[in-house]
């Protein structure tokens, strides 16, 4: 089955810096990795998704890119915001969604 | 549209007893799953429904069983709780154009002393 490897375990940032999380994923049928944002006390929210056929995708501060041949793929915030901590969980598909251990991210003021 | 809601939101159980818990979703959406969630660990498939009637085991079923009676709800059952089963629990939903694309409640934390 699909093994997903997330890291770091967590980040820390000065608001207004960016932020990296990088995933890995074994199956290399896996053609769809969706980012979850997870707020204290809350469950996992869709944030950003990229396919396999496109390398990057942007909303906002927020981006995606994809390598299909080293297997891997990484989160990127741009301009970060207290708001923005929170635990960011990757994930691959391939028949079913496979999550990273989770990242979890504090923006100091 | 409340999206996809979860009954209870935490819960204390001694081991051996038994309860269910309740997903409910109102977007007409045919795929349902039940997550479990530990530290360090990330979330892990429980079971999952693909439609009303059907279910199929995930990764970690042991302990769990489901029922899938009304398209909008998905049960998930503890037979007989023991402590390695306390967790966060997480329900999603997607709809069938788009089954991978998992819309989560708001979580039962369960306790089992």
């Known amino acids: 089955g699909e093994n997903v490897e997330q890291h770091p375990s967590t980040l820390s940032v000065q608001e207004g810096d960016s932020a990296v999380i990088k995933c890995t994923y074994s199956?290399?049928?896996?053609?769809?990795f969706p980012w979850y944002k997870q707020e204290l006390g809350k469950g996992p929210q869709l944030i950003i998704d990229i396919r396999s056929n496109v390398g990057e995708k942007k909303d906002q501060r927020i981006a995606v890119t994809l390598n299909k041949t080293a297997k891997h793929f990484s989160l990127h915030i741009t301009e970060t915001q207290p708001e923005d901590s929170a635990v960011y969980f990757c994930a691959a598909n391939d028949y079913k969604l496979s999550f990273g251990a989770g990242t979890t991210v504090t923006v100091r003021a | 549209n409340a999206g996809v809601t979860q009954t209870p939101k935490f819960r204390v159980l001694k081991t051996g007893q038994s309860m269910t818990l309740l997903c409910a979703q109102d977007m007409n959406h045919e795929y349902m799953y039940w997550y479990r969630q530990d530290p360090g660990m990330g979330l892990r498939l429980i079971h999952y429904s693909v439609g009303e009637g059907t279910t199929a085991k995930g990764e970690v079923p042991d302990g769990y069983n489901v029922s899938r009676l009304k398209k909008q709800n998905f049960l998930l059952g503890l037979e007989s709780a023991a402590p390695s089963q306390t967790s966060v629990y997480f329900c999603?939903?997607?709809?069938?154009?788009?089954?991978?694309?998992?819309?989560f409640g708001p979580g039962t934390r369960l306790l089992v002393l």
């Open positions: 999603a939903s997607s709809p069938p154009a788009r089954q991978e694309t998992q819309y």
């Open positions: 199956d290399s049928a896996s053609n769809y």
